[in-house]
């Protein structure tokens, strides 16, 4: 494992004496085997990137005040992490070679309050843990997780991740934070700047500027508690399916979805390509075996054989059941107005069980994503999404070049539009690779580049995107010479002067390795 920057071997041992004198001796990692569990099981490249030296795990908001002095005092870089579970964009493996891991997972504290409907969770909370409190508690409220229940319901939040109920857009529903600054000091944002003000979970502002937005997808504090909202049971869920059989007909599809979006007839939905329905269920061996894109034909004839669609449109609809009805209604006027549409409703009444296809829209966490091996040997994948607005001609030119681009490289386009809000798409695009395959592995990293590029050209930022694009997706935010950067670079050096906190999160360097970076640049 690589050393931290600027320790030799023996000052990295002295450290690690150091911070066990605060954790424990069993919760600093320093062995090469236990270490590897940090490492980016997806990492498109070489074992030789973003790899941490070590990991310290404390247990309460005390141990990290004093893991934070330790670390300012021999400049240590800390990669903070709720659990380190999202593979897909880098898991528990630092920007930084030689960080070492600040891992959260010990705490594990959950509040519920069922008549104010909200949740108070620590770091180490998975969606699977908060959702098993709520059904022992037997407490009529349904949370929101993403494809994955087994990650942090708090790390998600922060790296404003999304469900599929009409509480997906998660920092959306976060309200008042917990922060350990780099200098130890702690916060509470909004209502909690008071001492013991009830409204900490339930109003979002404070006296004065807003301070939530600087922990999310940041490097400027330690996140030891957020606030979030949570869904009362609805009398009647409805999930809907919609297909339509052309790749073309994602304009009707979006175009007819947007004005239900926007009216609130219609919340989050996710619309997803003839790959993303069968990638979970199916190998692409099975289909083609070709080194090149699968042609048209074999697309056709594993739709036709599947019995599915080019695209498949899913959302639930919630409420009093003779309002859902109503809803449904609506829903079927409008779509029916597109020819080959099909369109299929369940119902599941309060306290009905509800089938397996239909319980990411009910809230109820599961792993079938784990699944996800369609290129065979050692699947991986990697992703960056855009932000697109709601317009079905925008999305379909998107979708047609992306495609161009999977297929220049070799790969399939698993494609989908997840919406959490009611005016834009993030455009899952989603690179599904074999880790095994060191040529295939290039590839990915190679086309993973140029979609962020490509899109770029549009006009089009990704929303997130794996440890190894980070610099590359936030040099294409760059209105004004980069002014956002620029801001962000400020309050990082006013924040944390030492630079220990998560260095090169979102490309967000600290000064020192900002300045040698950028020197190293030039050379």
């Not at 990638?279 to 090149?292: I, L, S």
């Not at 980070?470 to 990082?492: C, S």
Request: proline share 7%.
């Amino acid at each position: 494992m690589p050393l931290p920057p600027g320790l030799s071997a023996a000052d990295f041992d002295n450290v690690c004496r150091e911070l066990r004198s605060v954790v424990g001796e069993e919760w600093v990692v320093t062995a090469d085997e236990k270490v590897a569990s940090y490492h980016d099981p997806y990492f498109p490249g070489t074992g030789e990137q973003h790899l941490p030296s070590g990991a310290v795990l404390p247990a309460s908001v005390e141990e990290i005040r004093a893991v934070l002095r330790i670390a300012n005092r021999v400049r240590l870089p800390l990669w903070s992490v709720s659990l380190g579970r999202n593979y897909v964009y880098g898991g528990g493996a630092p920007c930084l070679n030689g960080s070492m891991v600040l891992d959260l997972k010990r705490m594990q504290g959950i509040e519920v309050n069922e008549q104010l409907a909200y949740a108070i969770v620590e770091p180490g909370v998975t969606f699977f843990q908060l959702y098993k409190h709520i059904q022992d508690k037997k407490y009529r409220l349904w949370i929101s997780c993403p494809a994955l229940g087994w990650g942090s319901v708090l790390g998600n939040t922060l790296e404003r991740g999304v469900g599929y109920t009409p509480h997906g857009d998660h920092a959306g529903q976060q309200c008042g934070m917990e922060v350990v600054l780099a200098n130890g000091d702690v916060i509470r944002t909004g209502m909690g700047a008071m001492t013991d003000n009830p409204a900490w979970p339930l109003y979002k502002y404070s006296y004065g500027p807003s301070l939530d937005g600087l922990f999310m997808q940041s490097n400027l504090g330690v996140v030891t508690k957020i606030g979030v909202w949570l869904m009362p049971e609805p009398e009647m869920y409805s999930p809907v399916d919609i297909g339509v059989d052309r790749e073309e007909d994602i304009v009707a599809l979006i175009d007819t979805l947007r004005p239900l979006r926007l009216d609130g007839t219609i919340p989050a939905t996710v619309i997803a390509n003839w790959m993303r329905i069968v990638a979970t269920h199916t190998t692409r061996a099975q289909w083609y075996d070709g080194k090149d894109a699968m042609p048209p034909s074999a697309i056709e004839k594993l739709k036709k054989t599947m019995r599915i669609p080019h695209w498949g449109l899913r959302f639930g609809l919630y409420g009093p059941t003779k309002v859902v009805d109503e809803k449904f209604k609506i829903v079927q006027k409008a779509f029916s107005s597109i020819g080959n549409a099909g369109i299929v409703r369940a119902k599941y009444p309060r306290g009905a069980k509800i089938a397996p296809r239909h319980q990411a829209a009910a809230g109820i966490p599961d792993v079938e994503l784990m699944s996800l091996n369609w290129m065979g040997g050692t699947g991986a994948h990697i992703e960056c999404p855009p932000v697109v607005p709601m317009i079905g001609a925008q999305a379909y030119e998107l979708y047609r070049k992306r495609t161009a681009l999977f297929a220049s490289h070799g790969f399939d386009h698993y494609s989908g539009f997840t919406t959490t809000t009611p005016r834009t798409f993030f455009n899952t695009g989603s690179i599904i690779f074999d880790r095994s395959d060191p040529g295939m592995t290039t590839r990915a990293r190679e086309l993973s580049a140029a979609l962020i590029r490509d899109a770029a050209k549009s006009r089009l930022g990704g929303y997130r995107g794996h440890i190894s694009e980070m610099d590359l997706i936030a040099e294409q935010f760059d209105f004004n010479g980069h002014a956002a950067m620029r801001t962000y670079e400020l309050l990082k050096d006013a924040m944390d002067p030492e630079g220990i906190l998560s260095p090169g999160k979102q490309g967000i360097w600290p000064k020192a390795l900002r300045t040698a970076r950028r020197e190293g640049e030039r050379k």
